[in-house]
């Protein structure tokens, strides 16, 4: 009887985390539409880059609402945290988990107030709220900030409870850009031209396009290198089965979004800035470069993609880790010499799925970027090849989630 509750209890774990799920999204939706009651909405219209990045990462400059800030801080904040482990680990130290979400914690906090202090820029606030103007506008970046802090529980709790965790809000953040922007693109005045060309270039070619972008992002996410490995352990047809597997694309489409993350640190900062030194030519000139509407913008941009899915793929798989692993387990990589030999060997693995990777991303990304500057035209056409990429790579994720739940439902009465 205790084996058959047990059994009933993994069964319906699955359908309580899509439910528990479900209900932290609508807490997130409802509560990006909470106002703060002394911040007067934007009516901000700017196709600008910049506001479509934002919108990714669930700022919205539309709306003063609690949840105006989005997940952008948290977001940079673990990526330089990541990094800067990595390139400064010490192998005779062990960094505790616990260390490091306190540090992640308070470079959130930094990263939040000079953001929420750029957002002001962009709101208005109601001068009778407080009797003092930098009263109001302390409020208003505490209730940002806590915003903030409140998004991270939401993600967190879905780590431990829903699905996907942080990746599931994110995802929310791409599908709402994605129904504006299609929507937006309906609506413009190319839509209505029925002549052959219209037809072609403005229905045709860029659903061609969605589909060979659907298609590569797939393709590259579910596609793997596989290095063939000895475990002396093991000595029964399982040993034939052991690899160690690169993925085409070995840090998916994240460094696209993560990019588009460390693109607007700059910016931000900027603007803080700009409240400062007001009209400085300097400021304006840099803040100018640090733009998608400029070839230095996009080629910034292209080599922060390069440099990210560099960094998070020597991460993510570290040679010199394995290569000592293996060495202290007497393990190896056929016709490879332990230690420096097999080290380098898997570098070049790296490097091989690496290269197609980077190009497939930048060229899908790139591309209509560089026309957008060349015609000189504001269309939400031109967004689209990066949200759909990064919806496509946020989706395969999510479902790579319910599989692992699956499985693990199916295992865990056995275990």
């Known amino acids: 009887m205790a084996g058959m509750k047990r059994d009933r209890n993994n069964n319906n774990t699955l359908p309580r985390r899509y439910l528990y799920t479900l209900g932290i999204v609508c807490i997130y939706i409802l509560g990006r539409s909470v106002p703060?009651?002394?911040?007067?909405?934007?009516?901000?219209?700017?196709?600008?880059?910049?506001?479509?990045?934002a919108s990714i990462l669930g700022t919205n400059t539309s709306r003063g609402?609690?949840?105006?800030?989005?997940?952008?801080?948290?977001?940079?904040?673990?990526?330089?945290?990541?990094?800067?482990?990595?390139?400064?680990?010490?192998?005779?130290?062990?960094?505790?988990?616990?260390?490091?979400?306190?540090?992640?914690?308070?470079?959130?906090?930094?990263?939040?107030?000079?953001?929420?202090?750029s957002l002001l820029g962009q709101l208005t606030l109601k001068e009778d709220a407080f009797p003092y103007l930098w009263q109001t506008e302390l409020a208003s970046v505490i209730c940002l900030v806590g915003g903030t802090f409140a998004i991270i529980a939401l993600g967190e709790s879905l780590t431990q409870n829903g699905i996907a965790g942080t990746t599931t809000l994110i995802l929310v953040n791409?599908?709402?850009t994605f129904r504006i922007n299609l929507f937006s693109y309906f609506s413009e005045p190319q839509w209505a031209d029925v002549t052959r060309r219209g037809i072609i270039l403005y229905r045709v070619v860029p659903l061609i396009y969605v589909i060979i972008i659907v298609f590569s992002t797939v393709l590259f996410e579910q596609s793997e290198l596989r290095i063939p490995v000895y475990r002396v352990m093991i000595n029964n047809d399982l040993a034939d089965d052991n690899y160690i597997a690169i993925k085409l694309n070995p840090t998916g489409?994240?460094?696209?979004?993560?990019?588009?993350?460390?693109?607007?640190i700059p910016y931000y900062l900027i603007e803080a800035l700009l409240k400062i030194w007001q009209d400085q030519?300097?400021?304006?000139?840099i803040k100018g470069t640090f733009s998608f509407d400029s070839f230095i913008g996009i080629i910034l941009y292209l080599l922060?993609?390069?440099?990210?899915?560099c960094a998070f793929s020597f991460i993510t798989i570290n040679p010199s880790e394995l290569s000592k692993q293996f060495m202290e387990v007497g393990d190896c990589i056929?016709?490879?010499r332990p230690g420096n030999a097999t080290e380098g060997y898997i570098r070049k693995c790296i490097k091989f799925c690496l290269v197609p990777s980077c190009?497939?991303?930048c060229t899908i990304v790139g591309i209509p970027l560089v026309i957008k500057v060349i015609s000189g035209s504001d269309s939400k056409i031109f967004q689209m090849p990066i949200t759909i990429i990064l919806l496509t790579g946020m989706l395969l994720k999510v479902f790579e989630g319910i599989k692992v739940l699956k499985n693990f439902r199916d295992y865990k009465a056995f275990l």
Do not use: E
Not at 41 to 48: G, I, L, P, Y
Not at 93 to 111: A, G, N
Not at 253 to 264: D, E, I, Q, R, Y
Not at 281 to 285: D, R, T
């Open 304 to 309: 922060m993609v390069i440099l990210l899915n």
């Open 359 to 361: 190009i497939m991303q």
């Open 334 to 336: 056929a016709g490879m």
């Open 65 to 117: 609402s609690i949840f105006s800030l989005g997940i952008s801080p948290w977001i940079t904040s673990m990526i330089i945290m990541q990094i800067l482990s990595s390139f400064f680990r010490n192998p005779g130290r062990v960094i505790s988990k616990t260390f490091m979400r306190r540090i992640t914690l308070i470079m959130t906090l930094f990263m939040a107030i000079i953001q929420s202090v």
């Open 174 to 176: 791409i599908m709402t």
């Open 253 to 264: 489409t994240m460094p696209v979004m993560f990019a588009m993350t460390f693109f607007l």
């Open 36 to 53: 703060i009651p002394w911040i007067v909405a934007a009516d901000n219209t700017s196709d600008s880059m910049f506001a479509y990045t």
């Open 281 to 285: 030519p300097i400021l304006l000139a």
